[in-house]
């Protein structure tokens, strides 16, 4: 790896350890550069501004969260093993660290006044959904769509609340997704 690339990915690591430790996107471009051992001039350099180091280091939580996804997708025997695995995947280990769990909540927020942030939340949902959606069509028809919002929804708003809940994990979050589940799919019976 060559050295701006290398720099960028430093960047983007001491970014998401500062809003990890911080607990919001409430810190300096400076204090980033110096966890990542360069000068504040150079992270400029690299990104622009604040808003785009803060983009960058989402876009590499999302890609954490899509090989998450692919690697549970490869192991999914049949649609309801593919939908379980996306469950499982929103509420991995590596999903689930501080450090990812602050940069999501973070990035909820900036995606409030961000266009580049709202669009790579429009991204997250949209693939989710089809995601989703794919491997309900099998199990629940037309109304597929429908079950897949309602899901996607549940993985959302259950990850934020077992995120902000000390005693919260992924596993408990997931169990509650495939109960929902396991009762949307009895509806349809």
């Known amino acids: 790896m060559s050295a701006e690339p290398k720099r960028r990915a430093q960047l983007v690591e001491a970014t998401i350890a500062e809003i990890g430790d911080v607990g919001s996107l409430n810190v300096t471009v400076s204090r980033i550069a110096k966890r990542a051992g360069m000068s504040s001039a150079l992270a400029?350099?690299?990104?622009?501004?604040?808003?785009?180091?803060?983009?960058?280091?989402?876009?590499y939580i999302l890609t954490v969260y899509g090989?998450?996804?692919?690697?549970?997708?490869?192991?999914?025997?049949?649609?309801?093993?593919r939908v379980e695995a996306l469950i499982r995947a929103s509420f991995s280990s590596a999903n689930f660290r501080r450090e990812a769990i602050?940069?999501?909540?973070?990035?909820?927020?900036?995606?409030?006044?961000?266009?580049g942030a709202r669009r790579?939340?429009?991204?997250?949902?949209?693939?989710?959904?089809s995601n989703l959606v794919h491997g309900l069509r099998p199990l629940a028809g037309d109304v597929a769509p429908g079950v897949a919002q309602r899901i996607a929804g549940l993985i959302d708003?259950?990850?934020?609340?077992?995120?902000?809940?000390?005693?919260?994990?992924?596993?408990?979050?997931?169990?509650?997704?495939f109960h929902a589940l396991d009762a949307e799919l009895r509806t349809l019976r």
């Open 157 to 177: 708003g259950l990850y934020l609340r077992h995120a902000l809940d000390p005693e919260g994990d992924g596993q408990t979050a997931a169990a509650l997704v």
């Open 102 to 115: 602050a940069a999501w909540l973070n990035f909820y927020v900036l995606a409030q006044t961000s266009e």
């Open 67 to 81: 090989a998450e996804v692919r690697g549970a997708l490869v192991t999914a025997d049949g649609p309801r093993q």
């Open 44 to 59: 400029f350099h690299y990104f622009g501004d604040k808003e785009q180091i803060f983009l960058a280091a989402m876009r």
């Open 120 to 129: 790579l939340l429009r991204i997250y949902r949209r693939r989710l959904h």
